[in-house]
């Protein structure tokens, strides 16, 4: 079974930069689509961004299209995610998670086979 664990979260002033990672035990997910999400209190989980297996395709939501960068290094069973720019707004926990279906850039959380606990971003304005 596929354990993901996020890391790289924070405190930043509006306009800096994170990177977080989602490394991945238990089995590789060289194969596997990865997607992050994130959730603000109160609000739904949201996709942001996903990768395909080989990361030669990749979608982002509007939201953060230009600021937001996801890679992964499969040698490493790792995905980044670099953020730009980041606003007051992207404040929220993050999430990554891995579909079994390499292709996949699925936007549903239902779609996704494997979840980490989540890592809590906070940009202050």
């Known amino acids: 079974q596929v354990q993901l664990v996020e890391s790289g979260g924070g405190l930043v002033q509006a306009g800096n930069s994170l990177r977080l990672s989602c490394a991945a035990s238990?089995?590789?997910?060289?194969?596997?689509?990865v997607g992050w999400f994130r959730q603000a209190p109160g609000k739904e989980r949201e996709f942001v961004c996903a990768t395909n297996w080989n990361n030669d395709n990749t979608y982002y939501a509007d939201s953060v299209k230009g600021r937001f960068t996801i890679s992964r290094d499969n040698a490493k069973n790792t995905v980044y995610l670099q953020m730009n720019s980041l606003k007051p707004e992207d404040t929220a926990v993050y999430y990554c998670a891995s579909a079994r279906y390499g292709s996949a850039l699925f936007q549903k959380p239902s779609l996704y086979d494997y979840w980490g606990a989540g890592t809590q971003v906070t940009v202050s304005s």
């Open positions: 238990g089995g590789t997910f060289s194969g596997y689509g």
